[in-house]
């Protein structure tokens, strides 16, 4: 019996196939954005995690100006920024070694302008001192990193972009070149990790701290100070002390406001998983919008149909059809364009983040839980719009319905 009346909606909606389309229209829409939304977002949160725990392993901490917010992020102020930390805080976290960290380093973010035969390129900054390369899991291309314990003067680190842009098809490591007006040689070069979070063509390059201070003269200012935790010291206990020691430096109260904020690589995780939260709440929001108006859709055309077929339901039921039969019909059909348009749509969606994903580098995530999701939200669609045509349909007198021009 069902298999006969899903034929015959399907005969129904094949008859009109523009009406349909535009009928089912909405559902795609909708469904297709959530699914597009859900893979794209599970690959970003998976990429983000993978990148956060590989390169900056569990036991990294970072310290910037700026207080925390409640929630555990980081809200920097202009302020904060523009002023920076001093060394006096890299030595009260300095005190800590190696009791409670392994390395620590200071790290300034800066741009400068470097050459090399005539070909000039501008490049993000990093200055920092060498047990960075301890703690944030750079893969060394070829070279060497910064010696601890060296001064490194006129050594230079550059990523391989920027070594691909200076050198073509040349060995990097040796080369002299030239930093805002003075000379450095290479004598390392490593991956480019700031491809991620700044774009496609970031040009990187490392100086030492002392070497830079000296070279350019700059004052002993840094952006944050990054730690690498002893892995037998739980975070907690080590941002208590770390928290300990800067409100000292700082001659802070117990119960003033840090100016400071501490942020480990669970905070990074939780903000990333936050921004992106908000991002498919809003994305899922358009799409309710978009499924209601599909929705709507349906029930339009579902009592155009009951209209249109008004004798057909009166013959039917003057041959023994009942209300519930002629219902059922109707149901059915309903639930056939909204799961016509939620396939379409798991399709399009899916497709849609392919290309996207392929154009950003992500791997691709596809949920099973999704499109289950999505199945059923197109059946349910179709059930709640297609109630109410339904129930008019099954209403008609056979007379009625018979007698109707």
Known sequence: MI???????????????????????????????????????????????????????????????????????????FSAVLSNFTDIEYGAVKNLVPEYIDYVSRRLNTTALINYAGNEEVALLFVVDPEYFRIVD???????????????????????????????????????????????????????????????????????????RDSFNKPATVNAVVIGAKETVPIDVLKKQLDRNLRTAHNLL??????????TQ?????????????????????SAISLLVGGIGIMNIMLVSVKERVKEIGLRKAIGATNQDIQTQILIESVLFSLIGGALGIVLGVASALVIEQLG???LFISTNAVITSLGVSSFVGIVFGLYPAIQAGRLSPIEALRSN
Not at 254 to 263: G, Q, V, Y
Not at 266 to 286: H, K, P, R, Y
């Open 266 to 286: 669970a905070d990074i995780i939780e903000t990333s998983a936050t921004i992106l939260g908000t991002v498919t709440l809003f994305i899922t929001v358009i």
């Open 361 to 363: 580098g992500l791997p």
């Open 138 to 212: 750079i893969q060394l291309q070829s070279g060497r990193y910064f010696r601890i314990g060296s001064d490194n003067a006129k050594e230079v680190i550059i990523g391989q972009g920027l070594a691909r842009k200076l050198f073509k098809m040349q060995e990097a490591v040796g080369k002299r070149i030239t930093i805002n007006a003075r000379d450095f040689v290479v004598v390392g070069v490593v991956e480019d990790v700031g491809q991620a979070a700044f774009g496609g063509n970031v040009l990187e390059a490392y100086f030492d701290t002392r070497t830079y």
């Open 3 to 77: 298999t006969k009346l899903v034929k015959v909606a399907l005969r129904d909606i094949l008859a009109n196939k523009m009406r349909s389309f535009l009928t089912v229209l909405g559902i795609l829409i909708g469904i297709s954005s959530v699914t597009m939304m859900v893979s794209i977002g599970g690959s970003a949160e998976e990429y983000i995690n993978q990148s956060i725990t590989s390169k900056l392993g569990k036991n990294l901490v970072m310290i910037q100006p700026g207080k925390q917010s409640s929630g555990g992020g980081v809200s920097i102020s």
């Open 254 to 263: 117990p119960k003033e406001d840090a100016d400071f904020s501490i942020t």
